[in-house]
């Protein structure tokens, strides 16, 4: 079955400790992106990766880094996350040409104390 | 450059009533258009897609949009409301050919009256 999965799924944890969003996707795509979902917002995209080893930032980067050692996967991580940080994340990937609709995850519930 | 435009951050509509969720887009190049659905506690997952060919696209759960270069919009519409079409959709545009940035429309949540 054709999957983004994305851990954990839920995520509490103190302004200053570093994490790590993992995704991961089956499907050989070569893009992968993530996104921010904020009420009132939509999704915004943070990073956006072409192929392995080839990243670029996307609307709101700030405090974000990603990389992309695999195809198959995308982590996100949050050097130093703060309390602005609060949000849902949800990674992405997507095919060429005519498939070109994005496959989401089931996105991350984080929150920065 | 590239944007969209959802008309209507929350639509109320009776069980079985036309649902109408309006989006409108601009983009420099013939864009790629599409409309993903989010139930609660859920990733996007996408209902349909307009990349060339027919302008009337049809997408799963009876849903369908249409594209109108004109009017510069792709509104998606279904007959009759269902209390499981409840859910935030969200209108999405690219720019045709490559790997382009997919632009999201703040999104529309509906929500079905009984």
């Known amino acids: 079955e054709a999957q983004v999965t994305q851990n954990p799924r839920y995520l509490i944890t103190v302004t200053g400790k570093k994490l790590t969003v993992t995704c991961s996707q089956n499907m050989n795509h070569e893009y992968m992106s993530w996104y921010r979902q904020d009420p009132g917002l939509g999704l915004r995209q943070i990073y956006y990766s072409m192929n392995v080893e080839v990243t670029d930032k996307g609307d709101v980067p700030e405090g974000y880094k990603v990389s992309r050692k695999e195809k198959r996967n995308f982590p996100l991580i949050l050097e130093s996350p703060s309390p602005n940080q609060t949000s849902l994340y949800f990674c992405?990937?997507?095919?060429?040409?005519?498939?070109?609709?994005?496959?989401f995850g089931q996105g991350t519930r984080l929150t920065v104390v | 450059a590239q944007s969209v435009t959802q008309l209507g951050s929350h639509v109320s509509v009776s069980e079985g009533a036309l649902v109408l969720l309006r989006c409108n887009y601009s983009s420099s190049v013939p864009p790629y258009l599409f409309w993903y659905v989010q139930y609660p506690n859920q990733g996007l997952q996408l209902l349909l897609k307009y990349t060339t060919g027919a302008t009337l696209v049809k997408g799963i759960n009876g849903f369908e949009a249409e594209f109108k270069k004109s009017e510069t919009s792709f509104h998606l519409t279904k007959p009759s409301a269902h209390m499981s079409d409840a859910a935030e959709y969200f209108c999405?545009?690219?720019?045709?050919?490559?790997?382009?940035?997919?632009?999201f429309g703040t999104g529309t949540k509906l929500q079905v009256i009984p």
């Open positions: 992405a990937s997507r095919g060429r040409g005519l498939n070109t609709e994005a496959f």
């Open positions: 999405a545009v690219t720019p045709s050919g490559g790997y382009q940035k997919v632009t």
